[in-house]
């Protein structure tokens, strides 16, 4: 197993999408202005009400035969959100408790399973933001076995039907993940922050009463 790193976005620019994603809905806005693109399967749910936001660490675990992506441990930095293609396994949890202290320690901002995951009273008490398709008490073999060098990390995986590369953006809350890829993160930003500006602007003309016919006179949309 190499322990492949990535060039992570610059870091006034992954703060810049964590103040727009601080809007309502942020996924959906993110994926509005990517044409409704980018938006991972509904299978895959907060196990609690969270938000993640930050640059992707993937990891990609070998289908039938899961192990526990603790390398990932050795090139997380602060800010990431570690995305693992698990092969869509409902049956087998590959991310816990004692795993989400771990990566808390590095700074992490969460997890994205396309799998399943377990501990989740531990990790909801953390405060330790996880996605996942399913929740199961079965573990992986890696506690028994030791084996853990069918792990590829840093390499583009398949998370949720979406193909997800190092570095891309991710906007995980609770109605949604979006994923926007590393070369649009500039042009989606700016687009991002003009919908929800938009949007608030909208919000606002309705507390005021606007008409529907009067807000798509001024805003062309609701």
């Known amino acids: 197993m190499a322990l492949r790193d990535f060039e992570r976005p610059d870091p006034q620019l992954v703060e810049q999408y964590r103040t727009v994603a601080k809007c309502y809905s942020a996924s959906c806005v993110f994926a509005d202005v990517q044409k409704r693109g980018g938006v991972m399967h509904t299978g895959i749910k907060p196990i609690f009400r969270a938000k993640a936001v930050g640059p992707a660490l993937t990891v990609r675990l070998s289908p039938g035969d899961l192990q526990d992506p603790l390398a990932a441990l050795h090139v997380a930095k602060p800010g990431d ?56 008490a079965r573990g992986t073999h890696t506690m028994f076995s030791g084996r853990k060098d069918d792990v590829f990390l840093n390499e583009p995986v398949q998370c949720g039907g979406i193909v997800v590369s190092p570095g891309d953006m991710i906007i995980a809350d609770e109605i949604g993940i979006t994923v926007v890829p590393k070369a649009d993160l500039v042009p989606v930003l700016a687009a991002a922050k003009e919908q929800a500006e938009r949007e608030e602007a909208t919000r606002q003309r309705i507390k005021q009463g606007r008409t529907f016919e009067q807000l798509l006179e001024e805003f062309g949309r609701i």
């Open 81 to 136: 959100v570690v995305v693992i293609d698990a092969g869509g396994e409902t049956e087998t949890s590959v991310f816990g408790g004692l795993m989400g202290s771990l990566f808390q320690n590095c700074g992490v901002q969460g997890a994205i399973i396309d799998g399943a995951c377990r501990d989740t009273d531990e990790l909801r008490d953390l405060g330790f933001v996880v996605f996942s398709r399913a929740v199961t």
